[in-house]
Structure formats: structure tokens, C-alpha cells
């Protein structure tokens, strides 16, 4: 993130790089970094709470803030507790597991309620922002894994690099993630280990192997395993299958995935059927679904009830609308709101995406339900040309936030009531802000922690097209 951005102060930075001083923390940033600030500059410390007074020591110097590391901690925060995971200051995966679990959530509604004071041009006493709404047990709820394998002299490793690094951090047993995915990451990192398969090297980039991935169907226990490789050719690649069939038994779905291209993105175009089903089955309530192996599916389906009931609430729908589903991946939105709307129409970039979305609503017998291949924007406007014009505009967009266009067409088609599903904070404050200058009103924020130990959280929001 450019944190550039994140602070208005204008001043030149005074201080250097090694230098030592005491800090006072105010609040927690973005990425989870304690902020505090010194000759009115602001600094970022990874791992420092709110509240506490520490000295802190420089470790970057930039034109509008400084980055620093805890020295030492001089007065701690009540709040501060001892983290379960050894290593979880390494992995980078959770930010805040040395905050009391109840901190984090009024944390994160504090961050939401930062980009909104930032990004927007609103009066904070009139935005409702409601408390976080987190987890009785907020552990073991991921259920998918995504490691990188690496080696380390003849020992293949499997998990996640250490913050702004290369550095592959071996997770032998993940807390937040689904015991059958850790189970299954470690079982194939050592099959891949004795059929002595060439693994894929970060730094030289070169190499096969490239990635585990893990998805586990926390309601009907189906495990699917996906290789990430760089090419197709798999030496031994019959006797790789049975061995994870003998040692595994659990794999329902096992796939191979062809990335060849020097990128950061975990899957490539071409996805290869090795054993058992093309897909697996997840169950949300009473709604089941078909994943294939590139199919966005949200990571705790615990939480994703609980975000899908409150998009629902938001929504209002009588019965009588015709409802939008932007970005719908394999349709779950528009199958939780299916049995009130009139009808409910989806797309995504995705074929498919789109195929597992057709197969979802034709599975639950609804035939007011359809999906498109493409770009929301487009999609929305051919339909609105046609003489179909939507009431509820469900969007879930990626970290990015909505395209331009797309909240262009929104501003253009006005629909009654707009439903924004955010993974991000400041995009949503900024997207929100456009579609207020737009004629919106945005009735309330409701966080949502999908990723407890994380600084991220999830929002449902709620506007409304004045004077409907």
C-alpha cells in the first residue's frame, strides 16, 4: 500500500533512519502497524498497540511518514497477550495475534471508520458504523490454503514468504487454517520430497512445483488438492497420483494448474483433471455449491453466513425487485437472495466462474436466476438497452473496489438501493463518496471480521437513492 497517502501532513521529515526515541501509539493502521507520531510525523511500527508507550527505532524514512521497529516497550497495553502461533511474527499471515481477540474487532471498526474520515467528505456524526461482528472460536476457519513450496537443501518446504522477502516461512501446522488442508499441504510436501519432484525456486525461477493449494467443504468434508506447476510434464507423474491416493484418501478432487509466467498470481489459464471429481461440494445453510478449482469461494463460511444475512437485510428486498449481482464468482450472493427477488441477474470475467454459477441455481430450481461472461459495466448497460433495469445493485469487487465504469453505470441506471460488500475500507470510503455526490445516501457500515488475527476486515453497506 502507498502510504503516502494515508497522511495529510505536509511537512519535511526530520528525523533519520537509526535513530531512537520515544512513541506513543494512537491507533492501529490498515496493515495492523501500530501509529504513532513523532515531530509531527507519522510512524509506522509493526507489531506496537494502541496505547502503549515504547522506543521505538527507525528503520525507513520517507517523504510524509517514517517506518520504525519496537526497541523496547516501556509502558505495554493491557490488551497485549502472548500469541499462540510460534512463528506467526515471521509468517506475516496474522498481524494482531498479540491483541485480545475482542480488541481486534472495535480495532478494525476503527479502521473503517478512519478511511471514512479520510476518503470522504462526510459528517462522521452522521455515519453509522456499527460494531465488528466476530467469531465465538476464530480459529481453524480458513477453508482454503494456498503455500508456496520451496527447498531448503534436499527438505521441500511448503508455506508462506516472510514479509517483503523471499524468504519461505515452512507452516508445519497453520492455527487459522482448516486441520484437513494443513494435513493434507504437509502429507503431499513430503510425497513430493521422496519422488525427489524438482521444486520450483523463487529466486532463480526455475524449477516445477510452484504451489500447494488446499480447499476444504467444512460441511460436507470434501478436500481438494490443486498443484500448481510450471509446466504440464510431471516426471513420475502416475506414480506422484497414487501415492497421494494411498496416503491421502481424503482428496475428493485433485487438480494440476499450469503457470508458467514470472507473476505473483497463484493459478494460470490451464487447469488439468488428475483424480477423483472436477469439483467439490460446500454447503452455506441450506444452499450447496459446486467449486471448481479457480472458483472464488469466501474463505470462512462460518463468517460468510453471518456477511450474506446482512447483505440480505440490506438488500429489503419484498419480492419485487430485480436484483444485480456484480462480481458474483459461482453466484453465492444471488443464491442467498434468490427466494425474495423477483429475479436476480449476475456476471463475472470468469467462464468459469459463470458455468459453476448456472449449475447453482439450476441445482436449488431456480429459473429467475441468470449469469453472463463479462465486465459488469458492459454486461448492466446491454441488458438496460434492452429494457431490463435493475433495483438492487449487489456489488462485492475486489481489493481495487469497483471500476470507474462501473459505478458510472450505477450513478447512470439508478437502482433503489446499492448493497456494497467490501474487503477494503478505502476503496468503499472512496467509492462511496462518489456514488453520495451521485445522489446516495449511505444508511449505515456493518463490519464483518472474516479474518480474525488479520487487520482486515469485511464491510456490508447500505445506500440509498434520495428521494425514492
Not at 498479540?98 to 478494525?108: P, V
Not at 492455527?175 to 502429507?187: C, D, E
Not at 436466476?369 to 441488458?383: F, R
Request: with cysteine; charged share 30%; glycine share 6%.
Amino acid at each position: 500500500m502507498n502510504r503516502s497517502k494515508i497522511t495529510k501532513e505536509k511537512s519535511t521529515v526530520t528525523i533519520e533512519k537509526g535513530q531512537q526515541f520515544p512513541l506513543t501509539i494512537k491507533r492501529l493502521g490498515i496493515n495492523g502497524e501500530g501509529v504513532g507520531y513523532f515531530k509531527r510525523q507519522v510512524v509506522f511500527v509493526p507489531g506496537a498497540l494502541p496505547g502503549e508507550e515504547i522506543v521505538a527505532e527507525v528503520t525507513k524514512v520517507n517523504p510524509r511518514f517514517a517506518e520504525a521497529r519496537i526497541k523496547k516497550i516501556r509502558k505495554k497495553s493491557a490488551e497485549r497477550i502472548t500469541p499462540p502461533c510460534p512463528i506467526y511474527d515471521r509468517c506475516g499471515g496474522c498481524q494482531l495475534q498479540h491483541l485480545d481477540y475482542q480488541a481486534t474487532l472495535r480495532e478494525k471498526r476503527s479502521i473503517v471508520k478512519q478511511a471514512f474520515e479520510r476518503y470522504t467528505n462526510m459528517n462522521m456524526a452522521h455515519i453509522e458504523i456499527r460494531q465488528t461482528i466476530g467469531m465465538e472460536n476464530p480459529w481453524a476457519y480458513r477453508n482454503k490454503s494456498q503455500m508456496q513450496v520451496g527447498k531448503e537443501k534436499e527438505r521441500v518446504l511448503a508455506g508462506l514468504f516472510a514479509m517483503n522477502s523471499h524468504l519461505l516461512i515452512d507452516l508445519s501446522e497453520c492455527m487459522v487454517q482448516h486441520p484437513l488442508a494443513n494435513k493434507a499441504t504437509q502429507v503431499i510436501k513430503t510425497i513430493l520430497q521422496d519422488l525427489n519432484i524438482p521444486i520450483y525456486d523463487e529466486r532463480k525461477r526455475k524449477g516445477l512445483v510452484r504451489s500447494i493449494v488446499t480447499r476444504v467443504g467444512f460441511e460436507t468434508g470434501h478436500l481438494q488438492v490443486v498443484l500448481v506447476t510450471t509446466e504440464e510434464r510431471i516426471p513420475r507423474k502416475e506414480l506422484l497420483i497414487e501415492e497421494i491416493k494411498k496416503r491421502l484418501p481424503e482428496v475428493h478432487s485433485l487438480q494440476q494448474n499450469i503457470n508458467g509466467k514470472k507473476t505473483s498470481l497463484i493459478f494460470g489459464e490451464e487447469t488439468i483433471h488428475l483424480h477423483g471429481e472436477e469439483e467439490i461440494e460446500e454447503k452455506l445453510g441450506s444452499l450447496s455449491f459446486s467449486l471448481s478449482a479457480r472458483a472464488f469461494f469466501q474463505l470462512n463460511p462460518k463468517q460468510t453466513v453471518r456477511l450474506y444475512d446482512e447483505a440480505k437485510k440490506a438488500a429489503k428486498l419484498t419480492g419485487e425487485e430485480r436484483v444485480v449481482d456484480a462480481y458474483c464468482g459461482v453466484g453465492t450472493i444471488g443464491l442467498w437472495l434468490a427466494d425474495q427477488a423477483k429475479e436476480v441477474r449476475g456476471m463475472d470475467i470468469i467462464p468459469a466462474a459463470i458455468e459453476d454459477a448456472r449449475k447453482n441455481a439450476k441445482r436449488h430450481g431456480y429459473d429467475h436466476m441468470t449469469y453472463e461472461v463479462g465486465k459488469a459495466e458492459d454486461v448492466v448497460l446491454k441488458w438496460v438497452k434492452d429494457g431490463w433495469k435493475p433495483d438492487v445493485f449487489v456489488v462485492d469487487p475486489p481489493r481495487t473496489g469497483c471500476d470507474d465504469k462501473l459505478l458510472n453505470t450505477m450513478i447512470r441506471v439508478k437502482p433503489k438501493r446499492i448493497v456494497y460488500v467490501s474487503c477494503n475500507p478505502s476503496t468503499l470510503a472512496k467509492d462511496v463518496e462518489q456514488l453520495r455526490k451521485a445522489g446516495y445516501q449511505l444508511n449505515y457500515v456493518q463490519p464483518v471480521d472474516m479474518f480474525p488475527w488479520t487487520s482486515q476486515v469485511e464491510c456490508v453497506s447500505q445506500l440509498v437513492l434520495k428521494n425514492d
